[in-house]
């Protein structure tokens, strides 16, 4: 979540971290697959994305959502230049 000021990591609704989003310091994309079922052949592809803002944030995300993590880049880049 970001609202210009602050990015906060939310998991089931209650809140895992929060920190000024002018302190983002950078962004780690790692494209993976795996296996939706243990012995299943068929496999999911998903980005992995450490956001660096003061702390690390993991998320875990369908491949498909990259527009999404695209813009949550952005607004990041935004948010520190905007503190600048």
Known sequence: MVD???VEKLRTGSS???NPANQYAGTQIN???R???LFAGEK???LQVIVNV???YSLTVPAE???EVD???AELENARDRAS
């Open 35 to 37: 296996r939706k079922k």
């Open 65 to 67: 959502r990259r527009a």
């Open 71 to 73: 813009a949550l880049i």
């Open 31 to 33: 494209e993976i697959s």
């Open 4 to 6: 210009g000021n602050w």
């Open 16 to 18: 895992r971290g929060r």
């Open 54 to 56: 003061g702390t690390y």
């Open 44 to 46: 999911e592809q998903l």
